[in-house]
Structures are given as structure tokens and as C-alpha cells.
């Protein structure tokens, strides 16, 4: 039995026979470090921009939670601000998800505006 018949059918019990166990050294770059990642930040003021800045210049995926600030909060604004500038320069995107989180992509990732 192969492995995606392992994963697919069977009896409905499952044996640690049948998992198999990723080397994460398989997913990282030539270089032994990992390519994009996804990081997560809090946004509690405007200091708070410049790492997220750096990570997204870097090629780096952000997930920041806004929870301390309101979407009309004017300090909010001005975050927001800053950071579609830097999706726009790097060629990435930005958006908004609920009132509590922003996503910022680095260049050449875009995000679906549409749910799975």
C-alpha cells in the first residue's frame, strides 16, 4: 500500500507505521535558512512599525494584531498608511482582516479577498 493510499482509505485506525515524519532541513534554502516567513507582530504604537517594515523589506510575510487601536484611531491611520507605502514598494499586499488584524505581503504574494 502506498502512502497517499495510507492517507486516503484504510480501515479508519491509524499506526504510527503510517505517518511519516518530515525533515524540516527539506524545506528550507540553499543557503540552510528558511526563504519567506510568516511573522507575527503587535502593533501597541508607532515604534512598532519599523520591524514590521524591516520583516516585510526583508521578503518576510506579516500578521500584525491592531487590537489596541480603533480602525478611526488616528495614530491607526497613520500606521496604515505607512505600511500600504511599503506593499506598494515592495510589490506585495496589504489588507485589513476584521477589526483586529493587518496582513502584509512581500513582493510577488497577494492575498485572496475571497474566503476558502
Same mark, same amino acid.
Given at each position: 500500500m502506498g502512502l497517499m493510499d495510507k492517507l486516503m482509505g484504510g480501515t479508519g485506525?491509524?499506526?504510527?507505521? *503510517? =505517518?511519516?515524519e518530515l525533515d524540516l532541513d527539506d524545506f528550507h534554502t540553499e543557503s540552510g535558512t528558511p526563504g519567506t516567513q510568516v511573522r507575527?507582530?503587535?502593533i501597541g504604537g508607532q515604534?512598532? %512599525?519599523?520591524?514590521?517594515?524591516?520583516? %516585510? =523589506?526583508?521578503?518576510?510575510?506579516v500578521i500584525a494584531d491592531i487590537t489596541r487601536h480603533t480602525t478611526s484611531d488616528?495614530?491607526? *491611520?497613520?500606521?496604515?498608511? *505607512?505600511?500600504? @507605502? %511599503?506593499?506598494? *514598494?515592495?510589490?506585495?499586499?496589504? %489588507? @485589513?482582516?476584521?477589526?483586529?488584524q493587518i496582513i502584509i505581503t512581500p513582493t510577488d504574494v497577494t492575498i485572496s479577498r475571497t474566503k476558502l
Open positions: 485506525t491509524r499506526s504510527t507505521d *503510517e =505517518y511519516v507575527i507582530a503587535n515604534d512598532d %512599525v519599523i520591524a514590521i517594515k524591516d520583516a %516585510v =523589506y526583508d521578503g518576510d510575510l488616528r495614530t491607526m *491611520e497613520h500606521i496604515t498608511d *505607512e505600511l500600504k @507605502q %511599503v506593499a506598494r *514598494e515592495v510589490g506585495g499586499d496589504i %489588507v @485589513q482582516k476584521d477589526d483586529d
